[in-house]
């Protein structure tokens, strides 16, 4: 009994899996004891978050009609709630923590007009951007083949669609060259460094690194401005650190993420494998990490604090999926923006102030925008890249 109130607690949080949601509806569908439980614990929850009172037998319906409608669409549904303590004035029910089966009921008004939209799918145009140590800048397409070099014509690196692997040859280097590689919106991509390093770089990133780590040089040191996913080969001798505006990860071999965005109020760091050392530049004392826990330093109170967190939460868009975790619509729009390479101008508080957490797949910007607007209804233009929600 004990792991199916667990199961339905992850239900009600928004962190079942998809093997446990199949696992809750056999369950409830075994007999009408089971049901009455779920109900039960439907209503406490919304009882004790003093949310509007919930239809606990709707809710268990729009269960069902969520595994069903997932099963028809074949894992393509998207799944979107609104968290506890939205505006008072806002009457939603339990309809608005499982909005999947809405996808087949698209407001045609929105629809029309987004038939242009560019997803990320056709931001092709947009290039890699390369810049080597005395200022030349070399392009890439994210697609090409070609291997990248100098304008000497030595080599950079191999390039294999969303993958570049820097050449190694540190043979006899005294000084470090450094590159510095710019990510565009609209795309991920794999970078592979000299030493062996794996380096995922997320949407509208750059980072600056060696071509060649030398020796002789105490730390492996990288510069990020943006979110990296790190896979760090392990060297004792020379510590991997990567610097940001605010602070620094020390590493010796893990793998972490880092997100520090320019228009972000915090830093992020949040550690999958091994240990990490993060350094505010503003605090003497180093704070350390474990697996499964993340550090956040406040931009506005130069803060650092850690949590244990479900670190598939922070490195999800690896895979190409966006999962929002209890994140206000103002800052969704920061991260739609960077992903589909899109503008979003929204002056409608109430949405903006409003909190979701759902989980995104394959779908484009269109789609989701779509089921954003059956949470909260509101209504947007959209003329080429630009989307803008009315007020």
């Keep these: 009994m004990d792991n199916y109130l667990t199961i339905i607690e992850k239900y009600l949080k928004g962190s079942i899996s998809s093997l446990e949601k199949e696992t809750l509806k056999e369950w409830l569908q075994q007999k009408q004891e089971h049901r009455d439980i779920f109900e039960k614990k439907v209503t406490q929850w919304h009882a004790s978050s003093k949310d509007i009172s919930v239809d606990s ?108 692997v820097i050449s190694d040859d540190a043979k006899n280097l005294e000084e470090i060259e450094y590159l510095e590689i710019s990510i565009p919106k609209g795309e991920i991509f794999q970078l592979s460094l000299s030493d062996g390093t794996k380096v995922w770089m997320n949407a509208d990133s750059k980072l600056k690194f060696p071509k060649n780590f030398i020796a002789k040089e105490a730390n492996r040191v990288v510069y990020l401005e943006g979110e990296a996913f790190f896979d760090v080969t392990t060297n004792k001798a020379q510590p991997f650190i990567v610097k940001t505006k605010e602070m620094d990860v020390k590493v010796l ?9 320019v228009e972000d109020s915090t830093i992020k760091t949040t550690l999958v494998e091994g240990s990490v050392a993060i350094n505010a530049k503003n605090k003497l004392e180093e704070l ?11 931009k506005y109170d130069k803060v650092i604090a850690k949590k244990k967190v479900n670190t598939m939460l922070f490195t999800s868009w690896m ?7 209890n994140e206000s619509f103002a800052e969704v729009i920061k991260r739609l923006e960077r ?33 954003f607007s059956k949470t909260i209804n509101f209504n947007y233009e959209i003329e080429n890249k630009r989307i803008v929600i009315a007020p």
């Design 253 to 261: 071999g893990t793998q972490f993420n880092v997100s520090s965005y």
């Design 319 to 325: 895979q190409k999926k966006m999962i929002i975790h």
């Design 57 to 164: 037998d709707q809710a268990f319906n729009r269960f069902l009609d969520l595994i069903q409608e997932k099963e028809l669409e074949e894992r393509k549904v998207i799944t979107l709630k609104t968290l506890k303590r939205v505006f008072q004035y806002a009457a939603i029910l339990i309809g608005v923590l499982v909005l999947g089966y809405y996808l087949s009921r698209l407001n045609p008004s929105n629809v029309d007009k987004v038939d242009n939209l560019v997803s990320t799918e056709t931001v092709k145009e947009d290039k890699i951007k390369i810049v080597q140590e005395d200022g030349t800048i070399t392009y890439i397409d994210i697609n090409s083949l070609s291997d990248v070099v100098t304008a000497n014509g030595s080599m950079i690196g191999k390039k294999d669609r969303d993958k570049l």
């Design 339 to 371: 992903t589909y390479n899109v503008e979003i101008v929204s002056t409608n508080q109430r949405l903006n102030n409003t909190r979701f957490t759902g989980e995104f797949d394959t779908e484009n910007v269109k789609q989701i925008l779509s089921v």
């Design 288 to 298: 350390k990490l474990k697996p499964n826990y993340q550090a956040v330093y406040s």
